[in-house]
């Protein structure tokens, strides 16, 4: 994942299909931070007072927004960070699912749970809001990733302070306007462009209750830390290298376009892509050919027509000479590359690649590589492939493939992640939760324990 603390070169777009920088953004003043945080605080007094019937009347039109402008949303994601126009129309319908989701089930989510007392009276948990949060975001779904945190915690009563990455500048804009045209009032939701060290003055103001990132692990723990020290309740969302294991097929084709399809969504800059792809002996050379082929013929194409058979820029001139960089010390180091070729104009394109023969000594085996590399394994036993699959510091998500079901879910049931599928990349939807365990982070998003994370659970007891 992105480093979401402020780059060298401040918030600005700069387009990767071209290297050019297009608009600079100033940072915000320290005065300025300042009056963000007190129009949230007096933002949270108000929003809290609301019905949670009313605040989720004006989250649906939050998410009727996100339906009715996704082409205009999607053309400024495909500038910022190369997102294909189609995914950012896609992404643009997810995020009104989202708001939608919580709008139609926070009331429900956040309704009173009775507890049976032994004392003589009724006792009761009641979900309260908590007050205001900061969310830091990421590039690589620059809507979605804010949709999931600020969806649930605005119906639920708390605010929203979004301090959004550096190459999105346009895209957390067009959020707060949006937030703005719905209704939602002054205050309750703030876009910032901050720096390192005001995100930490953010964090520690006593008007802050909790923060949210979703990064890479080095911005995970420097943030956790903040807010450690500061008492803070933190969710992180942080990397993932997905195993990703097929133990048997009955339609080989079907299998690479489904394996590819997934590793190439977004440019392969997703958190729960299916990094390491773990296949059994016996089907492994036809996999791996499948895969090549649809590498070598895959051509670069402009946002606008990306899709099959065409590949966006990543998100940036330094994410693709990091990716490539990774790419040479595997190989240095004895793996075998196909494709995988930075572009020689300054651009952010590097061509779909297979990257096999990968050894537990080799660096690329304990790395995330976030881009167009589908990286597989050979393996001759269940046993093996769970063991390979486990061997990672990584958790977040995985799937298994088989025909028999049964013996595909007996693996899924022993993957060490936060998110286990059969016979499916993942599972996915504003209902179903997303997030991980070891060093992908903890908490979780979506469905209805992403309203559990930043709520009071009150206690509520009445006597007889």
């Given at each position: 994942?992105?480093?979401?603390?402020?780059?060298?070169?401040?918030?600005?777009?700069?387009?990767?299909?071209?290297?050019?920088?297009?608009?600079?953004?100033?940072?915000?003043?320290?005065?300025?931070?300042?009056?963000?945080?007190?129009?949230?605080?007096?933002?949270?007094?108000?929003?809290?007072?609301?019905?949670?019937?009313?605040?989720?009347?004006?989250?649906?039109?939050?998410?009727?927004?996100?339906?009715?402008?996704?082409?205009?949303?999607?053309?400024?994601?495909?500038?910022?960070?190369?997102?294909?126009?189609?995914?950012?129309?896609?992404?643009?319908?997810?995020?009104?699912?989202?708001?939608?989701?919580?709008?139609?089930?926070?009331?429900?989510?956040?309704?009173?749970?009775?507890?049976?007392?032994?004392?003589?009276?009724?006792?009761?948990?009641?979900?309260?809001?908590?007050?205001?949060?900061?969310?830091?975001?990421?590039?690589?779904?620059?809507?979605?990733?804010?949709?999931?945190?600020?969806?649930?915690?605005?119906?639920?009563?708390?605010?929203?302070?979004?301090?959004?990455?550096?190459?999105?500048?346009?895209?957390?804009?067009?959020?707060?306007?949006?937030?703005?045209?719905?209704?939602?009032?002054?205050?309750?939701?703030?876009?910032?462009?901050?720096?390192?060290?005001?995100?930490?003055?953010?964090?520690?103001?006593?008007?802050?209750?909790?923060?949210?990132?979703?990064?890479?692990?080095?911005?995970?723990?420097?943030?956790?830390?903040?807010?450690?020290?500061?008492?803070?309740?933190?969710?992180?969302?942080?990397?993932?290298?997905?195993?990703?294991?097929?133990?048997?097929?009955?339609?080989?084709?079907?299998?690479?376009?489904?394996?590819?399809?997934?590793?190439?969504?977004?440019?392969?800059?997703?958190?729960?892509?299916?990094?390491?792809?773990?296949?059994?002996?016996?089907?492994?050379?036809?996999?791996?050919?499948?895969?090549?082929?649809?590498?070598?013929?895959?051509?670069?194409?402009?946002?606008?027509?990306?899709?099959?058979?065409?590949?966006?820029p990543l998100s940036s001139r330094s994410a693709?000479?990091?990716?490539?960089?990774?790419?040479?010390?595997?190989?240095?180091?004895?793996?075998?590359?196909?494709?995988?070729?930075?572009?020689?104009?300054?651009?952010?394109?590097?061509?779909?690649?297979?990257?096999?023969?990968?050894?537990?000594?080799?660096?690329?085996?304990?790395?995330?590589?976030?881009?167009?590399?589908?990286?597989?394994?050979?393996?001759?036993?269940?046993?093996?492939?769970?063991?390979?699959?486990?061997d990672s510091r990584f958790g977040l998500g995985?799937?298994?493939?088989?025909?028999?079901?049964?013996?595909?879910?007996?693996?899924?049931?022993?993957?060490?992640?936060?998110?286990?599928?059969?016979?499916?990349?993942?599972?996915?939807?504003?209902?179903?939760?997303?997030?991980?365990?070891?060093?992908?982070?903890?908490?979780?998003?979506?469905?209805?324990?992403?309203?559990?994370?930043?709520?009071?659970?009150?206690?509520?007891?009445?006597?007889?």
């Open positions: 994942m992105s480093n979401v603390g402020s780059a060298a070169g401040g918030y600005r777009v700069e387009n990767p299909a071209t290297g050019e920088v297009v608009e600079k953004f100033d940072n915000a003043t320290d005065e300025e931070v300042q009056q963000i945080l007190e129009s949230a605080h007096k933002g949270y007094l108000s929003w809290r007072e609301k019905t949670i019937e009313e605040r989720a009347a004006i989250v649906n039109k939050v998410a009727a927004l996100f339906g009715e402008r996704k082409e205009e949303l999607a053309k400024i994601i495909a500038e910022e960070m190369g997102k294909p126009t189609a995914e950012g129309e896609e992404e643009a319908e997810f995020c009104e699912a989202i708001f939608n989701y919580y709008a139609d089930n926070g009331p429900k989510f956040a309704a009173d749970e009775p507890i049976e007392s032994f004392s003589g009276g009724k006792a009761f948990i009641q979900r309260r809001p908590v007050g205001t949060l900061l969310g830091i975001m990421p590039w690589n779904f620059p809507y979605y990733q804010v949709a999931r945190f600020a969806a649930p915690n605005l119906v639920l009563g708390n605010t929203i302070i979004l301090k959004h990455a550096e190459i999105c500048p346009r895209s957390s804009a067009k959020i707060a306007e949006l937030m703005k045209e719905a209704g939602i009032p002054e205050g309750v939701y703030s876009n910032v462009y901050a720096t390192h060290e005001q995100i930490e003055t953010i964090i520690a103001d006593d008007r802050v209750e909790g923060v949210s990132l979703t990064g890479s692990e080095r911005a995970g723990s420097a943030v956790a830390a903040t807010a450690g020290k500061y008492l803070k309740k933190a969710v992180l969302e942080l990397g993932g290298s997905d195993p990703y294991i097929i133990l048997d097929t009955d339609d080989m084709n079907e299998a690479v376009d489904t394996a590819w399809g997934t590793r190439l969504y977004n440019t392969g800059q997703v958190c729960n892509a299916n990094k390491r792809m773990i296949v059994m002996d016996d089907i492994y050379d036809d996999f791996v050919s499948g895969l090549t082929e649809r590498a070598q013929s895959w051509e670069k194409g402009a946002p606008a027509e990306a899709g099959d058979g065409k590949y966006s693709a000479e990091n990716l490539r960089k990774q790419l040479d010390r595997a190989v240095e180091q004895g793996a075998t590359l196909v494709g995988g070729e930075l572009a020689a104009d300054g651009s952010a394109y590097v061509s779909p690649a297979v990257l096999t023969g990968v050894t537990s000594e080799m660096d690329a085996y304990r790395e995330e590589l976030f881009g167009p590399v589908a990286t597989v394994y050979k393996v001759s036993s269940d046993d093996e492939a769970l063991a390979l699959a486990n995985g799937a298994v493939f088989a025909k028999d079901e049964e013996r595909a879910a007996k693996l899924a049931q022993r993957l060490d992640v936060g998110m286990s599928n059969v016979n499916t990349p993942a599972g996915e939807g504003a209902e179903i939760p997303f997030g991980g365990t070891k060093r992908s982070g903890f908490g979780r998003e979506l469905g209805p324990y992403g309203m559990d994370e930043f709520v009071n659970k009150r206690m509520y007891y009445v006597a007889d």
